[in-house]
């Protein structure tokens, strides 16, 4: 069974700190994917990785970074949050796509940041 | 236009009916699509994948419209537990690329 955690479920933060959400998947997967979810938005990826220490932007990288040192790490930093970075955020994982593969994306349960 | 578009819901249905969900994508080179499923504070979950010549899963049929450029969920006998909030998919292109979610749409079966 596929496995995706996060360090934390909720979690309080004040605006101008530094803040790490970890994510980890036990698959081997190649790919990571950090998304929020706002109300009225839906999910929409900050960021993603395909590889160890290799990174993409997704739709909303502004005020985020990613790190991947190991395949089965995908950390999150806000480097000040905001109030405006309060939100729900799901990680994923998958496998590599390749010609004629059917990836299904795993997600982890979340966490809620609130940003005071 | 949005790549993924869903009417938002939400739908109320009592116990038993019959409801349908359609989705419609922006890119005709899409290779692959989906229905997630997202109960209400988790996380969303793989409900099934749709193939081109459609494909069944008990209640739940799925179907793809390449020419119309959308894909449709049917749930037959909606249980009170099929309600969620249920995401339309789609990979759109074939390399190795992040799939695109639709923003969802709510179902309230009623008892």
């Known amino acids: 069974d596929v496995k995706v955690t996060q360090s934390s479920r909720y979690l309080v933060k004040r605006t101008g700190e530094k803040v790490f959400l970890e994510c980890v998947q036990d698959?081997?997967?190649?790919?990571m994917f950090w998304y929020r979810q706002d109300p009225g938005l839906g999910l929409r990826l900050i960021y993603f990785s395909y590889d160890v220490k290799m990174k993409e932007k997704g739709d909303i990288p502004e005020g985020y970074s990613v790190s991947r040192e190991k395949k089965e790490r995908f950390s999150l930093i806000l480097e000040s949050a905001s109030t405006n970075q309060t939100s729900m955020y799901l990680c994923?994982?998958?496998?590599?796509?390749?010609?004629?593969?059917?990836?299904?994306?795993?997600f982890g349960p979340g966490t809620r940041l609130l940003v005071l | 236009r949005k790549e993924v578009e869903q009417d938002p819901g939400p739908f109320n249905v009592p116990e038993g009916a019959t409801v349908a969900f359609n989705c419609t994508y922006s890119n005709s080179a899409s290779q692959s699509f989906f229905w997630y499923r997202q109960d209400c504070r988790k996380e969303p979950k793989l409900l099934m994948s749709v193939y081109s010549s459609g494909n069944e899963d008990g209640r739940f049929t799925a179907q793809l419209n390449r020419a119309s450029q959308y894909i449709s969920l049917l749930i037959r006998d909606s249980k009170l537990s099929d309600s969620a909030t249920y995401l339309c998919v789609v990979n759109m292109n074939s390399g190795n690329t992040p799939l695109v979610f639709g923003k969802g749409t709510r179902l309230s079966v009623i008892a």
């Open positions: 994923a994982s998958s496998l590599l796509r390749t010609s004629g593969t059917r990836e299904t994306q795993y």
């Open positions: 698959m081997d997967h190649e790919n």
